[in-house]
């Protein structure tokens, strides 16, 4: 089945020691975005590419990069990682028009936890 | 700009009632609509979304929504709670340039036996 893959499921690091999350998808779609979720809350959207093109949102930390080396693969780090960055890392994908209608595909999260 | 609301931060239902999820949305442009669910630890799932075909959409899991333009609303129905409903749901909209989503707070669902 065509998916959205986000390894680990489950990551922990240090206070200021930077660790990359992953996420592949086999849905061959042009964009992918990096959304960061806190309990209780909705989604926070990071970034996301279109193609090469990335688009950092406007509130998004320093702290927060990211790379998309091919359509398959794009990966989120954290050079420094605080105490507020844990929580829920939630990866999607999109086709934009024509196509599908908008709608936003998930992977199954990496939940990071700093200690 | 587009936002929602989701009204009912919580909702508790007994298993085999109605369930009824409340959401309003403002767009600009004629709005895409999408109900996804979430349980613990997991990503998100698409129910059911509004393209501006029928009004009344129909997703997995029993679910349904109708799109009312006159009222802003993009309300989410089961006729017949299960324990396995349990989980938030997000109300989203899109329609803006990029394919952004733009989220509603969630609602999580519980379901009393």
């Known amino acids: 089945d065509a998916m959205v893959i986000q390894n680990p499921r489950y990551q922990v690091t240090q206070f200021g020691k930077p660790v990359t999350l992953s996420c592949s998808q086999t849905?061959?779609?042009?964009?992918m975005y990096w959304y960061q979720q806190k309990s209780s809350q909705a989604p926070k959207l990071l970034f996301h590419?279109?193609?090469?093109?990335?688009?950092n949102e406007a509130d998004t930390p320093d702290n927060f990069q990211s790379r998309r080396p091919n359509t398959s693969f794009c990966f989120l780090d954290i050079r420094s990682p605080g105490l507020g960055d844990a929580a829920m890392y939630l990866c999607?994908?999109?086709?934009?028009?024509?196509?599908?209608?908008?709608?936003?595909?998930f992977g199954p999260g990496t939940r990071l936890t700093v200690t | 700009a587009q936002s929602v609301t989701q009204l009912g931060s919580h909702v508790s239902v007994s298993e085999g009632a109605l369930v009824l999820l409340r959401c309003n949305y403002s767009?600009?442009?004629?709005?895409?609509l999408f109900w996804y669910v979430q349980y613990p630890n997991q990503g998100l799932q698409l129910l059911l979304k509004?393209?501006?075909?029928?009004?009344l959409v129909k997703g997995i899991n029993g679910f349904e929504a109708e799109f009312k333009k006159s009222e802003t609303s993009f309300h989410l129905t089961k006729p017949s709670a299960h324990m396995s409903d349990a989980a938030e749901y997000f109300c989203?909209?899109?329609?803006?340039?990029?394919?952004?989503?733009?989220f509603g707070g969630g609602t999580r669902l519980m379901v009393k036996p």
């Open positions: 767009s600009s442009v004629p709005p895409y």
């Open positions: 509004y393209t501006s075909a029928a009004t």
């Open positions: 989203a909209v899109s329609g803006g340039a990029g394919n952004m989503l733009t």
């Open positions: 999607a994908t999109s086709r934009p028009p024509p196509g599908t209608a908008y709608e936003q595909y």
């Open positions: 849905l061959n779609h042009n964009v």
């Open positions: 590419y279109y193609d090469k093109d990335f688009n």
